[in-house]
C-alpha cells in the first residue's frame, strides 16, 4: 500500500491526472480516499516506486509523514478558504503547521502515530474529538478570534474524548503544536505501543502537571473559558452546491461510497473537472470530496454529470456518512471484507428506505481496530471471527451509539451480538425497521434504549 498526503486534502488537475496515471499503471486502478484526506493505493511494486516518487514529486506532492510513527497529515474543514459560513479561514495555519511537521528529524521518530485537527468550520467537521491535539476556531463576544485547544483524543488503544484545555489566538497555534509535540517526543511511553498515544501520556502525567510543562515551553497561558458547542457528528458536512467565498465561483460537496473512487472515478472526475472549468478537489475526513472552484453557471450541469458515476452531491442519509476501512482485500489485521460491502449496504437501504430522513452515520470495519472508526458512529460493524457451523468464519460484531459532540460525546457500546458477513445487511435493516416502529424521536435515544435495555 502506499499512502499520498494530501495537504489540506487538495489535490489540483495536475496531481489528480497524477494520482490517475498512478492508479492505472502502477495500483491495478486503485486509489481510495482516507479519513486522513490522503488517498491511498495498493498492489504497489518497490520496483516501481522510484517512478511513482518522481511523478508525485514532479506535481508536488510526497509520501512524507503519511504513515509512521510521526506527525500525520494535518486534517482541516476541506472549505476553509471558500465556506461563507466558515468561522475563520485556517489555510494559512495550517500551511505553517504542516511545514513545522514536514521532514522535521527532529520530530521523525515520535513514540506512536500522532494526528493534529485545526479547524475554521461552523460545522465542525474535522472531528477534533479524536485527534491527539486539535484546535477549533470560536468567535468571542467582541468578535475576536479565538481557538478551543483539545489534546489526547484518539480510538483503538487510546480510546478517549480529547481533553479542553482552554483557548489561544490564531498567532499562538504553531508555538502550542511545537511545545505539545516537543512533550510527547520527550516524555511518551516507547515501552509499550499498545500505551504510547498522545492521551496515554496524559492520564499518567495528569492534566496539571501537563499544562504546567506546556506553559514552561511555550511562555504564554492558555486562556480559559466555556467550551463552545459543537455540532453532532452526523450533521458535520458540506454536501450540496455552495455559493462561495469568490464571487461568480462555487463549490460542490460530494459523496462516494466509502472513499472507493479507484481509477475509473478519477478518470471520469477529470473530465468533468476540464469540462466545467473545476480547479481543485479537497478530500474530506469522511472519505468524501469536495469540489472547491467551479463557475456557478456550471455547477448544477456538472453534479448532474457526477450523479452518473455515483457520486452524490445531495446523498441519501445513508450514504452521506459511511466510513469503511481497507478490510480483508487488503490489510494483514482484517478478518471481514468492508469496501464492497459498504457498497451493497447503502444501495439496500436506499431501496429499502426511500422515504427515511434522518442521517445515520455507519462504519463497516475489517477488524477490532478503529480504522474506520466504528466507535463513534450511529451503527458500526466491528469485524471479527463468528463461529458458524462449527467453523470460524468472516463476521462482525455490532456496535450502536457513536456520536461526537464536544463535551456531549460518547463512544458507541459493543451490543454483544455477532454474525456472519452475509447477514450484516438484513441486521442493519432489522435495526432500522426496529427504530422505525419504536417511540423514539431519534436514533441516538433508540441506541442506547437498546443497549441498556
Known sequence: ?????????????????????????????????????????????????????AKLDEVGLTTAFAAGDVARNVVTCPVSDVDRERIYDVEEITKEVNGYFDANREISNLPRKYKVGISG???????????????????????KILFD?????????????ASHLGYVEPYQVLALTRAVTEIYRDYGNRENRSRARLGHLLDLMGIEKFMEILHSKTGFLLQ?????????????????????????RSYIGCAINGGKIGADGLEVLLKIAKKYDITAIRATTTQNFVITDLPSENALLAAKELETISID?????????????TGLNFCKYGVSETKDLATKLVEHLE??????EERLSFSVNGCPNSCAHPHIVDIGLLGCKVKHKSELVSGFELILGGNLEGEKSSFGKKTGIKFV???AIRVV???IESYQGSHYKNFYDYAFGVIYR
Not at 460545522?123 to 468578535?143: G, V
Request: charged content about 25%.
Open 1 to 53: 500500500m502506499l499512502r499520498v498526503k494530501l495537504e489540506g486534502g487538495r489535490l489540483d488537475l495536475k496531481q489528480l491526472e497524477a494520482a490517475l496515471e498512478i492508479s492505472k499503471r502502477y495500483a491495478r486502478g486503485t486509489a481510495d480516499f482516507t479519513t486522513r484526506q490522503d488517498l491511498q493505493f495498493h498492489y504497489i511494486k518497490a520496483e516501481d516506486l522510484p517512478a511513482i516518487f
Open 121 to 143: 468550520c461552523s460545522k465542525h467537521c474535522t472531528s477534533h474529538e479524536i485527534q491527539d491535539l486539535s484546535f477549533n476556531a470560536k468567535k468571542s463576544a467582541d468578535d
Open 149 to 161: 485547544v483539545s489534546v489526547g483524543g484518539g480510538l483503538a488503544s487510546n480510546k478517549r474524548i
Open 224 to 248: 480559559q473559558g466555556d467550551v463552545q458547542f459543537y455540532t453532532p457528528y452526523a450533521k458535520r458536512e458540506h454536501f450540496g452546491i455552495h455559493e462561495s467565498t469568490n464571487v461568480g
Open 313 to 325: 452531491v445531495n446523498p441519501s442519509p445513508f450514504k452521506a456518512r459511511t466510513l469503511s476501512c
Open 351 to 356: 431501496r429499502k428506505f426511500p422515504h427515511f
Open 421 to 423: 458477513a452475509d447477514d
Open 429 to 431: 435493516e432489522s435495526i
